[in-house]
């Protein structure tokens, strides 16, 4: 079976543009979870989606927004970039919503802003 | 509020010494608990979990952890250390019986093996 899959693995933008960042989930699962790590710190939550649709969302301002496809294929977008969003940007794929359902991550999307 | 601390930023230990990585968390309900690594350049890997059970959980790699609830704390151990157990090891917790698998993840503990 194939991992979860990132891309692109790299990328920088100026401030105030706008970024898209994209996901594979594991097959077979049906839940995709997007955190962002900032540089040395610990993965924070950004949202999760399941059917489509956003069932959880951490502490992150509407400009962080994303879609989920029904292949379970995510994009995360990110508009008006601002230089603290410089970070690590993970996608995790899980077979379940909640219950502490195993997540598999993929090897992340290095986003610097300048 | 959720929170999971590791207390040790850093550490630096022999090829073949034992290893205990500290992870203490704060929680008003039963937690989920997981140790996740990252190589570098590398995504997360699931080293091992608790849900529930044997306080002492077995993992990946020759990784086991033990949960102490009156300790609130969730420690890390491998007997012997390997030079490719360098890497970055966080902690994490989940809401049980939360909507989301919304992970809680410490700020890391950065494992360097001297030879």
């Known amino acids: 079976e194939t991992g979860v899959t990132q891309s692109p693995t790299h990328l920088i933008k100026t401030r105030g543009q706008q970024v898209t960042l994209r996901c594979s989930s594991q097959s077979g699962h049906n839940t995709v979870s997007w955190y962002q790590q900032a540089l040395g710190q610990g993965p924070q939550f950004i949202f999760q989606?399941?059917?489509?649709?956003?069932?959880g969302r951490g502490n992150f301002p509407p400009r962080f927004s994303g879609l989920q496809f029904p292949n379970y294929s995510s994009e995360l977008n990110v508009n008006a970039l601002e230089l603290d969003d410089s970070a690590l940007y993970l996608c995790?794929?899980?077979?379940?919503?909640?219950?502490?359902?195993?997540?598999?991550f993929g090897e992340g999307s290095r986003l610097t802003v300048l | 509020a959720q929170s999971v601390t590791q207390p040790d930023i850093h550490i630096t230990v022999s090829e073949g010494a034992s290893l205990e990585l500290r992870c203490n968390y704060s929680?008003?309900?039963?937690?989920?608990l997981f140790w996740y690594v990252q190589s570098p350049g590398q995504g997360l890997q699931l080293l091992l979990k608790?849900?529930?059970?044997?306080?002492l959980v077995q993992g990946i790699k020759g990784f086991e952890a033990e949960f102490k609830r009156s300790q609130s704390s969730f420690n890390l151990r491998k007997p012997s250390v390997h030079w490719s157990d360098a890497a970055e090891y966080f902690c994490?917790?989940?809401?049980?019986?939360?909507?989301?698998?919304?992970?809680?993840f410490g700020t890391g503990t950065l494992l360097a093996v001297q030879p």
């Open positions: 995790a794929s899980s077979l379940v919503t909640s219950g502490g359902g195993e997540l598999f």
């Open positions: 994490a917790v989940v809401l049980y019986g939360g909507a989301t698998n919304k992970l809680i």
């Open positions: 608790y849900f529930s059970g044997d306080t």
């Open positions: 989606y399941y059917r489509e649709e956003e069932n």
């Open positions: 929680y008003g309900a039963t937690p989920y």
